[in-house]
């Protein structure tokens, strides 16, 4: 991934799981990192050591996705610190699961605005200096509960179903220059998979997919790579899935 050498990537939620592997792997890659958190700088600094060991670079900025003011601040300082963010990772996510009849408006707000609102808030806080630089990729983490619904997890399928309607949407709108995709993720072998789910229904579900198993940090953020390149320069408004064959369209 050459291409990515001198190129700056936004991810948010990238201190920890998935996002951390996505600073990692493009840092190693050769791009500039910054690195959006909203808790634990203790992991965020940790992860910019890593990324200095590298000798590549980073910065790490605290921010609510969900809060305009505290996006805007972000992306001002990854511009004046880089010069351009030219691809965006909408990678952070909250699940909070509850039976439909007992799902508080907190648990669905909650939900509702890091998972959508969020990548709302980024991408048109983003999108005009890509604009400007006739050039740019924004790439949304969805899931496949978007298509197939599960019990109790009516918050997260609605916000993730409407993040794919937002990247047909941004896609229109932001192009020529600008892709716009986004990728439905299903089960991630990681702790936060195993401490959700027991390990029955771990196997179950990986004996209802063709692959029998499920993927890892490292294959997401192989394909992530793979859309913010030019190899995928022809391809916008897609939200493909990456769940070893569970949900096939």
């Known amino acids: 991934m050459s291409q990515l050498r001198g190129k700056t990537v936004l991810i948010t ?28 700088a203790q992991d965020a600094n940790s992860l910019l050591d890593e990324i200095t060991a590298l000798g590549r670079s980073a910065i790490a900025c605290k921010a609510d996705i969900a809060n305009a003011q505290e996006v805007k601040e972000m992306v001002d300082l990854a511009l004046s610190t880089y010069g351009a963010i030219d691809i965006l990772i909408n990678n952070a996510g909250l699940s909070l699961d509850a039976p439909f009849l007992d799902m508080t408006e907190d648990q669905w707000d909650r939900v509702v605005s890091v998972n959508l609102k969020g990548p ?17 990729r924004i790439i949304n983490i969805s899931a ?26 941004m896609a229109m709108e932001l192009g020529p220059h600008i892709t716009v995709n986004a990728i439905a993720l299903g089960a991630v072998d990681s702790p936060l998979m195993r401490s959700l789910f027991s390990k029955d229904e771990l196997q179950d579900w990986k004996d209802s997919v063709p692959l029998k198993r499920m993927t890892t940090y490292e ?11 030019d190899a995928a320069g022809f391809m916008t408004g897609q939200t493909i899935p990456f769940d070893g064959g569970k949900v096939m369209r």
Not at 144 to 159: F, I, K, L
Request: hydrophobic share 50%; charged share 10%.
């Open 13 to 40: 939620g990238g201190s920890r799981g998935l996002g951390r592997q996505l600073a990692l792997d493009f840092a190693q890659a050769g791009a500039n990192v910054v690195v959006n958190f909203s808790s634990s």
């Open 120 to 136: 709302f808030l980024l991408s048109q806080a983003v999108a005009p200096a890509m604009i400007k630089a006739k050039s740019g």
């Open 144 to 169: 496949n509960t978007a298509v197939r619904a599960r019990v109790g997890n009516a918050n997260y399928a609605v916000s993730k179903a409407g993040l794919n309607m937002l990247t047909q949407s």
């Open 219 to 229: 294959e997401v953020s192989a394909f992530v790579q793979m859309l913010a390149s």
